[in-house]
């Protein structure tokens, strides 16, 4: 009656759901994590504008620093956000399928007109 790629489509949205919602809970320990490297070159690079020239190589030593874990952790975040775009995307996707399969044909074409719905972002 129901084929099994039917049944994995749906199984997948769910678990895709799933996965955004622990990602986003997830994001509290990132910022977390990333604020206070934020808060630090912020500091460093006030000294730096004032610095003399004999601590200014010290002060851009410490910046390359506190930009080394930045850098990491900020791509670790980029590369999630990123993954859970592209599950946003393909959910209203298949929603678009299933509402054009149920008969919503005018929601649908609404839906495609609006900027949000061409996943240009």
């Known amino acids: 009656m129901f084929s099994p790629e039917k049944h994995e489509k749906r199984e997948e949205v769910l678990k895709d759901i799933e996965t955004i919602a622990e990602f986003l809970q997830d994001t509290k320990d ?61 959910i209203a996707q298949e929603w678009l399928k299933h509402a054009q399969k149920a008969g919503l044909k005018d929601l649908v074409q609404k839906k495609k007109k609006d900027l949000k719905w061409h996943f240009d972002w």
Do not use: I, T, W
């Open 30 to 90: 990132d910022v977390k994590q990333l604020k206070p490297l934020l808060e630090k070159l912020e500091e460093l690079e006030k000294e730096r504008q004032v610095a003399s020239s004999g601590l200014l190589h010290v002060n851009l030593e410490a910046q390359a620093e506190v930009l080394d874990k930045l850098l990491q952790r900020y791509e670790f975040f980029q590369n999630d956000a990123d993954v859970n775009g592209m599950r946003v995307k393909r």
